[in-house]
């Protein structure tokens, strides 16, 4: 009996890398609606009246969920995705610690009189945890070859650079608007 190799064709090979391009897409999709989502919630004081600090990083989350979503449908997806998933999942951890840290005591600005009596709970840190894991996942599904390292390093530190210079134009606007 003469064997056949059933090796995939070409044209089989690319349908397998378009729905894997497809579900990355997805996967991408819910997480930039998931950090959307998430830092709406802390920009929209959910948890109480909370400090400033926290609000900008709702608002930075919301910023990272948009270029997410933006990312998720280009057809390729290189260093700048790889970079803004990497901030994705940096941005994950303080809050992540800070909801064990602060198990158990209100977290408010004002004194206890004025305060809506929020406590707060390890079990807030759970959606920051889903979505740091979904970062990992992504992170290990878009391929990365050695030649590309030093790229992405760039794309890391010029993206970072081009973040604190934002921040630090808001904080000086900030202060003229007041």
Not at 6 to 13: D, F, H, M, Y
Not at 48 to 65: A, R
Not at 108 to 119: I, K, L, M, N, R
Not at 145 to 162: I, P, Y
Request: one cysteine or more; a positive charge; hydrophobic letters at 55%.
């Amino acid at each position: 009996m003469n064997q056949i190799s059933r090796s995939p064709s070409n044209a089989s090979l690319a349908r397998i890398e378009k729905r894997m391009q497809f579900q990355r897409s997805i996967l991408i999709s819910l997480l930039s609606i998931g950090n959307i989502l998430l830092g709406y919630s802390y920009v929209h004081e959910w948890y109480g009246v909370l400090e400033s600090e926290v609000q900008y990083w709702g608002y930075f989350s919301e910023v990272l969920g948009l270029l997410l979503l933006i990312l998720a449908w280009m057809p390729h997806k290189g260093n700048f995705t790889r970079v803004i998933l990497s901030i994705c999942l940096v941005i994950q951890i303080p809050p992540i610690i800070l909801w064990f840290i602060f198990h158990g005591g209100e977290i408010t600005d004002y004194v206890p009189a004025f305060s809506d009596q929020f406590v707060a709970h390890w079990a807030f840190s759970v959606p920051h945890i889903l979505l740091a894991a979904m970062c990992v996942y992504l992170l290990k599904l878009i391929k990365r070859n050695s030649a590309s390292r030093l790229q992405f390093l760039l794309t890391f530190l010029l993206t970072g650079l081009v973040l604190y210079l934002l921040a630090y134009l808001l904080q000086f606007v900030s202060i003229f608007l007041n």
